[in-house]
């Protein structure tokens, strides 16, 4: 009789774990994603308060769609699914919050123009009006139209009287980090990236840094989409990012606080 009963005990021990693994497997799916548009050079950081943030919130996801700011304006105007827009640029928020596309919004961070060079180059330069010189055959700038960083760097060259004698030279890239990998693997002599971007590769180095008065100001607002279908959560994760905890991160990484 014992040895029945202790079989029947152990049967339902099995049975009371089978179900309980799909239980927890439906527990694990049903976390809500939330979607953030962000500008490529706030990878690191975001990749690192990601990690504490689902860690203190194991019901939340969090999907990051990394690319240029213009690019991701694009994609909320299209309807692309997003929660949060993190930009590069003050512009490409002014034209969604305009639109109606975003509701709470603040400026969150500052950055500043830097030129790299392969950290092994030997050449010195003290103003960016020396990429004319033959030492620099191919300079590398994001696509104005679409990337914060080579909006700014234009604003800089233009002012400076360059812009259009370096048409030559210029290659243009889809982002920031895009801009950093050229430079990196010595497909273009320089490149202009922020100063987070330069501070994360060891494979080049900072050889000049862009004074703000050639450029507008390098402001990184953070916003919600109106449309998103998780406003709660967007609205909490809105908030960590502006909290002392996610401010030490971002300035870890070489970025300066709005406020």
Request: glycine share 6%.
């Amino acid at each position: 009789m014992f040895k029945k009963l202790g079989l029947v005990l152990v049967a339902g021990l099995v049975a009371a774990g089978l179900s309980a693994a799909p239980a927890e497997q439906a527990q694990a799916a049903k976390k809500t994603e939330i979607i953030i548009s962000a500008a490529a050079s706030l990878q690191d950081s975001l990749d690192k308060i990601a990690v504490t943030y689902e860690k203190q919130h194991p019901g939340i996801d969090l999907v990051f769609n990394y690319g240029a700011s213009g690019t991701l304006q694009k994609q909320i105007e299209q309807g692309a699914p997003a929660d949060l827009f993190f930009s590069a640029g003050d512009k490409q928020m002014t034209a969604l919050v305009d639109g109606g596309l975003i509701s709470d919004n603040t400026e969150l961070l500052k950055n500043q123009l830097v030129l790299v060079v392969p950290s092994d180059s030997k050449t010195s330069i003290t103003t960016i009006t020396q990429l004319t010189d033959k030492a620099f055959k191919k300079v590398a700038v994001g696509q104005p139209e679409s990337v914060p960083a080579g909006q700014y760097a234009q604003q800089s060259l233009t002012a400076k009287k360059v812009w259009d004698t370096l048409q030559s030279k210029l290659v243009f890239a889809k982002d920031v980090r895009q801009v950093l990998s050229y430079v990196e693997t010595g497909n273009a002599d320089a490149g202009f990236v922020y100063k987070t971007d330069a501070l994360t590769s060891n494979k080049v180095k900072i050889a000049l840094t862009v004074g703000g008065h050639v450029h507008k100001a390098i402001n990184y607002p953070v916003g919600i989409v109106k449309e998103s279908s998780h406003q709660a959560e967007a609205k909490a994760f809105y908030d960590y990012v502006q909290t002392t905890a996610a401010d030490a991160v971002f300035t870890s990484y070489g970025f300066q606080l709005a406020q």
